[in-house]
Structure formats: C-alpha cells, structure tokens
C-alpha cells in the first residue's frame, strides 16, 4: 500500500474560530493508483491534498497519521516534512502557472530546488533534459524566465520539476484549469505517462471535471464540506454511486448528445454549509432528499463493498437489509 491516511483532521484558525475544513479523513492509495478527487469549492480537496505535503498557518493540525510507503510522515512539522518532500511526495500546485520564481531563470530555480535537497544539478541535468524532451518542451526554457513561456509551457515545466526527483506520491491540484482543451488533453496524458514511466508510484489527481477522472482515474474520492462522502472504482462511481451527493453530483453532470430542451440540467439543492459552525451529525444532511433522525449522528467511512467506502446512514440500512 503506497498511501495510508488514518483520522487526519484539520482546521484553520481565524478570529472567529476554528473552521473544520478536513476531519476524520480515512483512506488508502494503492501502488499504481490513481485516485480522482473530486467535490464542490471548498469541500476541502486542496486542503486535504495540502495536509498530506505542506501544512502551514493559519492551518492547524488537529489529529491524524500518514504513513507513505510504510514510513510515517511527519505531516504535522514543517522542518521535519522537508526530509519527503519532492522526493518522497510531491505536489503540482493549484494555479501552478504562477508557481515558479518569476525573478529566476528556470535553470537556476530548478539548481536552487535541488541542491536544497541536497541533489546535485549537474549529475541531475540529463536526466532533465531526457524529461524536457518527454513533455515537448526545448531545453532553452532553463535559459527563460518564467514569464517568457506560454500558460501550457509553464504547467509542463512545473509538471517536471514536481516529478524530477521521482517521488512515491504525487498530488496533482486542478492542474488543467485555465488551459484550452488540447493543452487538457495533453496534460492528463502527461500525467499518466509519468505512472506508467515509473517517475511516480500513484497519483491524487484534484479537480471539478469529473469527465477528466472518467478518463484517467482508477478511482474516485468524493468530498462534502470538509468529510469524505464515498470512494469506489471509477466505473462505480460514475455508474452506480451510493451516496446521496455523489447521485446527485453525478446527476448534475451533462451527458453527450443530450439537448438542453430535451432534459434539463439539475443542481443540487441548498448551499454548502459553513464550516466555521457546521452542523451536527451528517454535514449534508440538511440538503439530503432521504435524511432521517439517525444522520444527526456522524456516520461513519465504511467498506460496503469490496473497495466501495461510504459514509451514509440511509446505505448502512439499506446494505444490512439487503
């Protein structure tokens, strides 16, 4: 098992409070994997891909173990987190078209990168260029400035220093928002091929395109205000989701050849809440078509199923009946 993540719980804190953006998050990533992760805006993707890797202020860990490979990680000390960071696991950030240095050439942050993990860039440098050449990019761009490469370029560049190092686990955040189809395409591509090549073991792809996931993805995991609401194979969740926000979130979703005067499109009812004071038990339960009395407890994320993880009382029942 390459990714084993057991009751991480997360908040930031604010002057108001706590807001309970990640808790009691339980899940695995196989060798090999990858896993989609998916959900509305602030359900808490980036902060639970952020807790695996990079936990900073105002983020406060709460409680939680990560262990990568069987070895723990030390989530919860920045310091002690550089020890696995980029060679361990690693991350192509959200809005990772602004990721990079905009003072430094792309050569001279990637030297700056790897001797601060005590790599050296010159024994480092054909293996870089080997992987320039992989994602189509020239080997002048270690001459440029960042702001001298197109939108697609600097997602490619930042593609290849995340993986440079080949980490066991790289989280990959939204990273084909702002590109046009084609450069989408291309990128997902990528990121499969740095699987297959070995460069990385398994993979946490984030994004609100779940038609992306459909095609790349071995599995799903979907989020619901800061709680994990389902995790299956990919097939299953698009084809025959338990959870009630998963159905309706797949139910939302267009389908090819299907005109809008035909079928409308549905949404889902309600608004998230917010997680400076959520609501007790079920956190969707307040827009949920079959809440009953029991989802004022929290249920809890369970297999159902061989690798289908659910969190819904009204499913508990509904499996125990059957």
């Known amino acids: 098992m390459s990714l084993q993540v057991e009751n991480l719980t997360v908040y930031y804190q604010t002057l108001r409070g706590d807001v309970q953006a ?3 998050a339980t899940f695995t990533v196989a060798d090999g994997e990858i896993m989609g992760l ?4 602030g359900c808490g993707k980036t902060t639970l891909a952020h807790s695996l890797i990079r936990l900073t202020p105002p983020m406060r860990f709460v409680e939680g173990r990560v262990e990568l490979d069987d070895e723990e990680l030390p989530v919860w000390d920045m310091e002690r987190m550089n020890d696995f960071r980029f060679k361990k696991i690693s991350i192509i950030p959200q809005y990772a078209m602004n990721a990079m240095n905009p003072t430094r050439k792309i050569g ?18 054909p293996e870089l260029k080997r992987r320039l050449n992989l994602v189509e990019l020239s080997h002048d761009v270690l001459n440029m400035y ?4 197109s939108g697609g370029m600097k997602q490619r560049m930042v593609m290849v220093l995340s993986t440079l190092m080949n980490p ?8 084909t928002s702002a590109l046009d189809v084609s450069s989408q395409k291309a990128v997902v591509e990528m990121l499969v091929g740095f699987r297959d090549r070995g460069f990385v073991k398994s993979l946490i792809v984030i994004t609100h ?5 459909y095609q790349i993805a071995d599995s799903i995991m979907i989020m619901y205000a ?19 926000y998963t159905k309706l979130l797949i139910a939302s979703l267009p389908k090819v050849g299907v005109k809008y005067s035909e079928k409308r499109l549905t949404g889902i009812p309600g608004s998230p809440p917010l997680l400076l004071d ?11 078509p079959v809440a009953f009395e029991k989802c004022l407890d929290v249920p809890p994320f369970i297999e159902i199923e061989k690798d289908h993880f659910v969190a819904c009382w009204k499913e508990f029942e509904k499996n125990a009946q059957a």
């Open 108 to 125: 001279k942050m990637t030297s700056e990168l790897l001797e601060s993990r005590k790599v050296d860039f010159k024994a480092t440098l």
């Open 22 to 24: 990640l808790e009691s």
């Open 209 to 213: 395109d779940i038609s992306i996931l």
């Open 226 to 244: 800061g709680q994990l609401a389902e995790k299956a194979s990919t097939e299953v969740i698009i084809h025959a989701p338990r959870h009630p």
């Open 38 to 41: 998916a959900g509305e805006s």
């Open 146 to 149: 960042p702001i001298e490469l």
């Open 278 to 288: 959520p609501p007790i038990g079920c956190r969707f339960r307040e827009r949920c």
């Open 168 to 175: 066991s686990l790289l989280i990959a955040d939204e990273v």
